[in-house]
């Protein structure tokens, strides 16, 4: 089934430890997206690809950045996890371009990051 | 400034009851997508319904259904026959220049 993947569900860090996480897509969507969700929070956007143009929110702190080596795959890295990001990260895709039906995102699982 | 306003932070309500979830939106915009996003205590968000707003016909999904009035830009949602399945955090949501805005959420127990 085509789906979004998040590797991997759960993901432990210590304080300053860079960490990144994963998703890949099997939807050859063009968009992907990625979210911080804290609890009992609607999901914050941080930035999105679309192809591989970068568009980053204006409050998404330096410490996160994203790469998207190709249409299946979305990285987020954090340089230096501090106790505030742990959160729920959640990635999603859609189809593009922009208007219709194909704005319609789709969400993965999410990873639980947790900062020790 | 678009928002989504989601009034209800907490709703219970026993099963195979019918319940409805509110939501107003503001935009200035004529075209855009609404949806209403299923968060089950697994966290996996779910799409369960899709309307456009050009639409006047509301959108049906089974036991799930909208009330989509866009002069008054609201946009709740009825799920009939309630069941323990459907106990999760929904999300009324909005879709402009493939970005979503999120309402703050109306957590959904449903009870045996």
């Known amino acids: 089934d085509a789906m979004v993947i998040q590797n991997p569900r759960y993901q432990v860090t210590q304080f300053g430890k860079p960490v990144t996480l994963s998703c890949s897509q099997t939807?050859?969507?063009?968009?992907m997206y990625w979210y911080q969700q804290k609890s009992s929070q609607a999901p914050k956007l941080l930035f999105h690809?679309?192809?591989?143009?970068?568009?980053n929110e204006a409050d998404t702190p330096d410490n996160f950045q994203s790469r998207r080596p190709n249409t299946s795959f979305c990285f987020l890295d954090i340089r230096s996890p501090g106790l505030g990001d742990a959160a729920m990260y959640l990635c999603?895709?859609?189809?593009?371009?922009?208007?219709?039906?194909?704005?319609?995102?789709?969400f993965g699982p999410g990873t639980r990051l947790l900062v020790l | 400034a678009q928002t989504v306003t989601q009034s209800q932070p907490e709703m219970s309500v026993q099963e195979a009851e019918t319940v409805t979830l509110s939501c107003t939106y503001d935009?200035?915009?004529?075209?855009?997508?609404l949806f209403w996003y299923k968060q089950p205590p697994s966290r996996q968000m779910i799409l369960v319904i899709r309307?456009?707003?050009?639409?006047?016909q509301n959108a049906t999904e089974n036991r799930f259904s909208v009330n989509f009035q866009k002069a008054a830009k609201s946009f709740s949602l009825k799920i009939s026959d309630s069941q323990l399945g459907d106990t999760a955090m929904y999300f009324c949501?909005?879709?402009?220049?493939?970005?979503?805005?999120f309402g703050k959420g109306t957590r959904l127990h449903i009870l045996p």
């Open positions: 999603a895709t859609s189809i593009g371009p922009r208007g219709g039906p194909q704005e319609t995102q789709y």
């Open positions: 939807l050859n969507h063009n968009v």
């Open positions: 690809y679309y192809d591989k143009d970068f568009n």
């Open positions: 935009t200035s915009e004529n075209n855009y997508y």
């Open positions: 309307q456009e707003a050009y639409k006047q």
């Open positions: 949501a909005f879709i402009i220049d493939d970005k979503i805005i």
